[in-house]
T-cell receptor
Framework: DGGITQSPKYLFRKEGQNVTLSCEQN?????MYWYRQDPGQGLRLIYY???????QKGDIAEGYSVSREKKESFPLTVTSAQKNPTAFYLC???????????????FGEGSRLTVL | GEDVEQSLFLSVREGDSSVINCTYT??????LYWYKQEPGAGLQLLTY?????DMKQDQRLTVLLNKKDKHLSLRIADTQTGDSAIYFC???????????FGTGTRLQVFP
């Protein structure tokens, strides 16, 4: 079945360590997104990519990095520079249509990162 | 920047109707969406409405859009305990693929 797979589901990290969250999709979608979810704050966009080898910063990119070497994959690295990394991270994908499509986002099941 | 706002909590009795409200600021919104998130999971699209529509009904779900007031609502008829979740409103502006999400409304259904 087509979908988005995030791993790991739970991750614990010590302060000062970088950690990479995986996101893979087999929907043949061009665009992929990373959101951060904190209680009472909804979803905030970290990074997004509309095409391979290109990506743009979202609203809260500081302390994060991404790569888009393959259409199917959009890994997110949470670096030690991210001051408050404990959160629920969601990856999503969509068709790129320049706004001409319904724009539905398909989400993965999320990864919960806890910094000890 | 553009903003989407929702109340944080709603509590209803099983069998009653639930109404979740959302306001947005983007006057160029093309599509508006309702997503559902169950505990510890990702978001799933419940329904969407195109900005030139006033209402959309899908089984127990009714979406109302007041474009003049930039107000969107989701009515769930005959609310069940399985409807307990967080509901997110989102909007997409003109000529963009990015969605702006609200803070989410946590719906609690009690017997």
């Amino acid at each position: 079945d087509g979908g988005i797979t995030q791993s790991p589901k739970y991750l614990f990290r010590k302060e000062g360590q970088n950690v990479t969250l995986s996101c893979e999709q087999n929907l043949n979608h061009d665009a992929m997104y990373w959101y951060r979810q904190d209680p009472g704050q909804g979803l905030r966009l970290i990074y997004y990519s509309q095409i391979v080898n290109d990506f743009q910063k979202g609203d809260i990119a500081e302390g994060y990095s991404v790569s888009r070497e393959k259409k199917e994959s959009f890994p997110l690295t949470v670096t030690s520079a991210q001051k408050n990394p404990t959160a629920f991270y969601l990856c999503a994908s969509s068709i790129v249509s320049g706004g001409l499509d319904t724009g539905e986002l398909f989400f993965g099941e999320g990864s919960r990162l806890t910094v000890l | 920047g553009e903003d989407v706002e929702q109340s944080l909590f709603l509590s209803v009795r099983e069998g009653d109707s639930s109404v979740i409200n959302c306001t947005y600021t983007d006057s160029s919104s093309t599509y508006l969406y309702w997503y559902k998130q169950e505990p510890g999971a990702g978001l799933q699209l419940l329904t969407y409405i195109f900005s030139n529509m006033d209402m959309k009904q899908d089984q127990r779900l009714t979406v109302l859009l007041n474009k003049k007031d930039k107000h969107l609502s989701l009515r769930i008829a005959d609310t069940q305990t399985g409807d307990s979740a967080i509901y997110f409103c989102a909007e997409k502006g003109y000529n963009t693929d990015k969605l702006i999400f609200g803070t989410g409304t946590r719906l609690q259904v009690f017997p």
